[in-house]
């Protein structure tokens, strides 16, 4: 009898600790639950959950049925009817291409702007294109195979800066060699920087390509102090004794054109180089010297602090 208690004790301790094991297994159980539910919706609708800015899904997308960020959408399934749909729809598309767009439905990731009454179908069947006809054809991530970013944070139009980088490391004269170096910059800036990304908005080739980096409406890494209120654009190569290609420099001059024109910076934007805001050479003392004489490019330096180490610089940059 006397040893009941001390037992009873022991029982309730057991108890305890397995009703605990019991909780925990019900919450990951739950939770477990909770995220199959969200791609089951997806699924249970024959859709898949994909990154919706690198698929075109001919039978819509929508979102709230998958787990993960914004981005991770329900690609809904295009049966027979709907592929024979497609096949007829497309038929109607010239306008739409010969301007350079993409016709689909606008429920699907864009780019650029949808603007109506270019494409065959119904009126939800949209032309995806470039915000106007000034802007130079741009190598998307996923052309370029691009890694998916780790996170993204958005800014909205009217930013007041443009500024100009260069990538202080290897020229590039074709396509091939130039993305093998957005690809090296990209796995740089996330693997030793430890960026979530690619740290430019753009990066231009000597091939006279413009890569697209964080792409518009994306906050960079790549001004310390600035990256939510301008674009950073890489010229690739090291800029210090030549300039870059009259290519490069045209492709630029196109870009800055577009980001006017399409709302992106403000009217009457300021274009400077990355020196005019820390202690850095970039873009290379030479290249310095010929943006001088590029449209709305300003004198001054703005940075917070001009004499902050590159190291210091490198950490913070993501800000
Ligand atoms: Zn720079």
Redesign the pocket.
């Known amino acids: 009898m006397r040893k009941e208690p001390k037992a009873s004790i022991i029982f309730q301790f057991k108890t305890m600790i397995a009703l605990k094991l019991a909780v925990v297994a019900l919450l990951a159980v739950h939770a477990q639950s909770i995220s199959l539910r969200q791609d089951e919706a997806c699924t249970n609708q024959g859709g898949s959950c994909v990154n919706w800015q690198y698929y075109v899904c001919h039978g819509g997308v929508e979102t709230g049925l998958c787990n993960g960020d914004s981005n991770i959408r329900c690609c809904l399934p295009c049966d027979d009817q709907c592929q024979a749909d497609e096949d007829e729809w497309s038929q109607g598309d010239a306008a739409c291409t010969a301007e350079g767009g993409e016709c689909k439905l606008d429920s699907n990731y864009c780019d650029g702007v949808y603007e109506g009454g270019l494409c065959g179908g119904p009126a939800e069947r949209s032309c995806c294109k470039a915000p106007n006809g000034d802007c130079p054809a741009i190598v998307s991530r996923a052309e370029w195979g691009a890694r998916a970013p780790g996170s993204t944070t958005y800014m909205g139009n009217g930013v007041q800066y443009l500024?100009?980088?260069?990538s202080?490391g290897a020229s590039c004269s074709t396509k091939s060699e130039c993305i093998a170096e957005v690809k090296g910059i990209q796995n740089y800036h996330m693997d030793s920087n430890g960026w979530s990304e690619v740290g430019y908005s753009f990066l231009i080739g000597g091939d006279g390509n413009v890569y697209e980096g964080r792409g518009w409406n994306k906050v960079g890494a790549?001004?310390y102090g600035f990256n939510s209120v301008g674009y950073?654009i890489?010229f690739i190569g090291t800029f210090t004794s030549t300039n870059p290609t009259q290519a490069a420099q045209d492709a630029f001059k196109q870009l800055a054109e577009c980001a006017a024109a399409g709302g992106y910076v403000i009217g009457d934007y300021e274009l400077k180089g990355?020196?005019q805001t820390g202690s850095?050479e970039?873009?290379g003392n030479t290249f310095y010297e010929t943006i001088k004489s590029y449209p709305h490019w300003t004198n001054g330096n703005i940075g917070k602090d001009m004499t902050m180490d590159e190291e210091t610089r490198r950490k913070y940059m993501e800000l």
Do not use: K, L
Not at 163 to 166: M, N, Q, R, T, V
């Open positions: 500024f100009i980088h260069h202080a790549q001004t950073g890489d990355h020196r850095t970039c873009p």
